[in-house]
């Protein structure tokens, strides 16, 4: 009976979903088309423009006041040749190296390591979709990040989703690693949603768009294999054991350069607690609810120099288990600061128990200084010292720093 | 029971939303992404369209937010104007992505790139890294500073209005007709009071009038970025000093957007003036469309220069 309801929640969840601000923060410029479209009639530009050149030049010779321009060519068709080369996705590649020093007993990090090279392949497949691959190459082995169409031509404001992807719970859930405010992912993310990989699994996705006068408002629903960090979330035992997400967002801008973004956040699945040999005896299931806030200001004549983002999500995990339900909770507070073109500050308080016993509360607090050279690279530093609940208090100096190649991507947001 | 009812109620608004038709509309809905476009959009369609512009003209428009209230614009329009070159590469594609609204699609009747038609200038040729700053390989996409292409895109602007709303065909076409003449009559004013400033030789923050300057005979000599997008350095303000001290110039042009520390240090040396131009409609209170834009900033020009230059 019990699981009755929850199906029919998930389903209503994937029937509303709405995509997080995670899309627009992730997806790569999808520039594709339109280079692809101005590659063609690149060439033919510059013969246009030298001859617009000696036109123009004849006609200002005289006067310099030009006469009503003669009606524009007809725009040029898009050449011939070219070759398949118009249509390579776009491609990029975002390097992640990462230093620790200082001592955790608890989870502690090599000294040096290269956890993640980010590789994204992007473009438009057709008029009605667009697909985005990011695969994500570790020091010993490559994954799929995510790998996914996106259906864009659908009628009644919706957006479908498939393939495998970031699952839209909250904020930090869907960020990649090299668009996080940090070196690292708070504490309740690594304890209670997954950590790094978090909800990440091959499903589908439909998002609805909602505007309520000025207000955005996105509704999306997700249904997933029901795999979640390797099975320390969810883990699948049979076809049937489908994970669900259900996510809404809003947005609205106070003033023009300040902006809220707000969000609640549901998702259950299969866990692995009730596993014996191998036989899922217990059938146990993990719920999760989020809810999530971000403040930005950003002046819009000092954009490049000064703005500041203030977020917050406070995530809560019921988790079912033989030794019966454990409700954990936790959560994160962060603000950065960006005081000078290339310099951020920011700061992080973490709080959160442990998905498998809500009795172990663990805090942090991460102080970080960002160095920002360009758009394409930024090296950052970040003390953090987190308070365990079961070991020695970790004091620990993480640098970080990224570098990125190929293709222009869209600014996160 | 009570959860089912909430579950069937849900359910049934959902698919009432799902149902519910657009609201038909007989203006336009034209989305600019800049106040250039916005303005020329609203110069040759009058009533018969709603122009949002999306970013500022007083921002700097590389680095533009792609905010989910641009979204709900894009979600809405039935024309699409982009200044295109790469200029907007790093915030229109996911409001594009987002906003389900397949008319307005690159190669869609409602997707108008406005450089098409227009002069560009600073087309690289060769090889180009990034070790060069910012380039955009498809040339400079300040190309609207110069009234000439102004001119062009309004003309593009009018075809595209007239294919996507034919019973207005001829509206549009008198009402570019009329801003042409307009604007006509105000670029004999400006080439007049630019006309005793040929060849002078100035300073600007960015790339961003190489079309302004090439079109009212000004010679920009150097730039206070040591390359585009990148910030100023010590290294290359002491040269940029030293240079203009040798040609002669005293006048460093900068965008509303950029720090004015620099470009102050530079002529505090050199006794030379720094002017904040709009380099956009909207970049400042007085230019509020197109016309004033150029009307703005050749009135401050023409006075800095007459000052510096004693002409």
Not at chain 1, 30 to 45: G, M, N, T, Y
Not at chain 1, 354 to 380: C, H, I, N, V, Y
Not at chain 2, 169 to 180: E, L, M, V
């Amino acid at each position: 009976m019990r699981a009755i309801p929850s199906v029919c929640l998930a389903a209503m969840a994937a029937g509303l979903l709405l995509l997080p601000g995670s899309a627009a923060a992730q997806s790569q410029p999808d520039a594709s088309a339109l280079q692809q479209q101005i590659d063609q009639l690149k060439k033919e530009f510059g013969e246009r423009i030298a001859a617009l050149e000696a036109k123009l030049a004849e006609s200002q010779a005289p006067a310099p006041t030009p006469a009503p321009t003669p009606e524009p060519a007809a725009p040029a068709q898009a050449a011939a040749a070219g070759g398949a080369k118009y249509f390579n996705p776009d491609t990029a590649v975002i390097g992640n190296f990462l230093g620790t020093a200082g001592h955790n007993e608890i989870n502690p990090s090599p000294a040096l390591e290269m956890p993640e090279s980010e590789v994204s392949f992007q473009a438009i497949v057709d008029p009605y979709m667009r697909a985005d691959f990011y695969l994500a190459f570790g020091e010993e082995g490559v994954e799929l990040e995510e790998g996914y169409a996106t259906l864009t031509a659908l009628p009644g404001s919706l957006q479908a989703k498939a393939g495998k992807m970031r699952a839209a719970f909250g904020k930090v859930n869907t960020l990649h690693t090299h668009v996080l405010p940090w070196a690292d992912r708070p504490l309740v993310i690594n304890n209670l949603v997954g950590g790094e990989e978090g909800i990440s699994d091959a499903g589908v996705s439909v998002a609805r768009l909602i505007p309520i006068g000025n207000v955005f408002f996105e509704a999306t629903g997700q249904v997933f294999r029901g795999d979640a960090a390797e099975g320390e979330l969810y883990k699948s035992s049979k076809p049937g054991d489908l994970s669900y997400v259900g996510h809404l967002r809003g947005y609205f801008d106070i003033t023009e350069s300040t902006n809220l973004d707000f969000g609640g956040s549901y998702s259950q699945g299969h866990n692995a607690a009730g596993i014996v040999d191998d036989v899922d005896l217990g059938r146990f299931t993990t719920q999760l609810f989020g809810v999530d806030a971000t403040f930005r200001w950003r002046p819009l004549t000092r954009a490049i120099y000064h703005q500041f983002v203030a977020r917050t999500e406070y995530i809560r995990s019921h988790r079912d288990q033989f030794d019966g339900l454990q409700k954990a909770d936790g959560f994160y507070v962060s603000g950065d600061y960006q005081f000078a073109r290339r310099w951020w500050i920011g700061g992080r308080l973490d709080q959160s128990g442990r998905a498998d016993d809500a009795s172990l509360l663990d805090r942090g607090q991460s102080f970080l200084l960002t160095f920002m050279p360009t758009e394409f690279s930024k090296l950052r530093g970040q003390y953090r010292r987190t308070a365990y609940a079961n070991g020695p208090t970790a004091h620990e100096f993480l640098m970080q720093f990224q570098f990125a190649i190929g293709a222009h991507g869209a600014h996160p947001f | 029971m009570l959860k089912r009812s909430l579950i069937k109620q849900t359910l049934s608004f959902l698919f009432l939303m799902l149902l519910a038709p657009a609201i038909a509309s007989a203006q336009l809905k034209v989305v600019a992404t800049t106040e250039d476009l916005g303005s020329l959009a609203s110069e040759i369609g009058g009533d018969k369209v709603s122009v949002t512009s999306l970013a500022k003209g007083y921002q700097d428009p590389h680095f533009v937010d792609p905010k989910p209230s641009f979204i709900l614009a894009v979600s809405r329009a039935d024309l699409l104007i982009v200044v295109g070159r790469e200029l907007e590469i790093g915030w229109l594609s996911p409001l594009l992505t987002s906003s389900r609204n397949s008319k307005i699609q690159p190669g869609s009747k409602g997707y108008l790139d406005a450089s098409m038609t227009v002069k560009i200038l600073e087309i690289p040729s060769g090889q180009i890294t990034r070790a060069m700053g910012d380039v955009h390989p498809l040339g400079n996409p300040h190309y609207w500073l110069d009234p000439g292409n102004g001119r062009r895109m309004a003309q593009a602007i009018r075809d595209k209005l007239g294919e996507l709303s034919p019973n207005d065909k001829a509206f549009f076409a008198q009402r570019y007709a009329d801003f042409d003449q307009r604007l006509a009559a105000a670029e004999k004013r400006w080439d007049a009071a630019m006309a005793p400033y040929k060849g002078t030789k100035i300073v600007t923050y960015h790339r961003s009038w190489p079309n302004f300057m090439e079109r009212f005979g000004l010679e920009v000599m150097g730039y206070v970025e040591p390359k585009p997008g990148i910030p100023p350095s010590p290294g290359h303000t002491i040269d940029l000093i030293g240079e203009m001290k040798r040609v002669g110039a005293k006048l460093i042009v900068v965008e509303p957007y950029f720090d004015l520390k620099t470009p102050q240090a530079i002529t505090n040396q050199i006794g030379g003036k720094v002017l904040v131009l709009a380099p956009s409609v909207g970049g400042a209170k007085e230019a509020g469309d197109y016309i004033k834009l150029f009307d703005y900033d050749i009135g401050l020009l023409s006075s800095a220069l007459k000052q510096l230059t004693g002409k």
